[in-house]
């Protein structure tokens, strides 16, 4: 029954859509069949698993899933480059396995920030699917839907006066690499609430320590980002201070994690930095925040 309640999970995830930027640029690891000898040559393992007909192939009923529970805090709640919380509780549900030849994802997170006069609770429902398509390129298609406890601009901020929406989402197409130590990848992306298009490249090298430390399951994984939002509409469906919030910024987006995995037990702790150019007032005069943030972070996961 647990297998059946997965694909049916990660059948949902397919259909959703957002991106959460801390998935992006990793690798397929289910589903996924030999690469292509050759670095022109398309794989097909997708079509022909879509062509078997089978129900249970295709969803990956009888195949091995990667779940996780986990709760993470921050000392800063920072989201695409911007300040949207104080120090930030987050509780995590996330499933990987093979899903249609490839690599189904589906994650449910809350994003609690403990400041909750200031700020919005953020639940977000969101999952997509990878795939190894040539020897040296992976896709990864998806999406979320995010659901606020106030009305936010952007990526979570609250700011009276400007309007802003409970309910948003995206849809995004990401080219990545496995093949490149350095992950390197590079997303579109586009928020039909805001009527907002994203850019996002960057980097996900992982180092594995095992070998240097003796420690088997240690490793550092870092990230390095760097976006570009414009927005038509930054503060949704509602006109404020006589027409529609137009805000474009750019944003650069750094994390480096000390994680350790040991049987069924997932840890981490880190550091990241974000800036961005997007100004620190809104069009009302208000206070957006910091452009400049550093915070340390930790968590404990649970894999299933």
């Known amino acids: 029954m647990k297998k059946y309640a997965l694909a049916l999970i990660a059948a949902c995830a397919f259909s959703t859509l957002g991106a959460r930027i801390t998935d992006l640029g990793t690798s397929p690891e289910y589903g996924i069949s030999d690469d292509p000898q050759n670095w022109y040559e398309i794989n097909a393992h997708t079509w022909e698993v879509f062509a078997s007909m089978d129900g249970v192939k295709m969803l990956g009923i009888d195949a091995d899933h990667y779940t996780t529970v986990s709760a993470e805090c921050y000392s800063t709640g920072v989201i695409e480059g911007r300040k949207v919380g104080d120090f930030t509780a987050v509780g995590s549900f996330k499933d990987r396995g093979e899903f249609f030849g490839g690599d189904g994802y589906f994650e449910l997170v809350y994003f609690a920030p403990t400041n909750m006069d200031k700020y919005a609770q953020q639940i977000d429902v969101f999952g997509g699917w990878k795939y190894n398509v040539t020897k040296y390129v992976d896709i990864d298609i998806g999406g979320n839907i995010i659901y606020s406890t106030k009305p936010v601009q952007g990526p979570g901020l609250v700011i009276d006066g400007m309007g802003g929406q409970t309910l948003r989402g995206d849809i995004y197409v990401c080219l990545s690499s496995r093949k490149v130590y350095v992950s390197p990848f590079a997303l579109i992306g586009y928020d039909p609430t805001y009527d907002e298009m994203k850019v996002i490249g960057g980097f996900t090298p992982s180092l594995d320590l095992s070998e240097i430390t003796s420690i088997k399951g240690l490793s550092i ?84």
């Open 221 to 304: 994984q870092t990230s390095l980002i760097a976006g570009y939002m414009r927005a038509q509409r930054f503060s949704g469906s509602e006109i404020s201070t006589g027409g529609y919030w137009r805000c474009s910024y750019s944003y650069i987006q750094t994390e480096a994690n000390l994680v350790y995995v040991y049987k069924s037990l997932r840890t981490f702790v880190g550091v990241g930095w974000a800036i961005h150019d997007g100004g620190r007032t809104a069009p009302n005069g208000a206070d957006m925040g910091s452009d400049n943030n550093v915070w340390a972070g930790g968590g404990i996961g649970w894999i299933f």
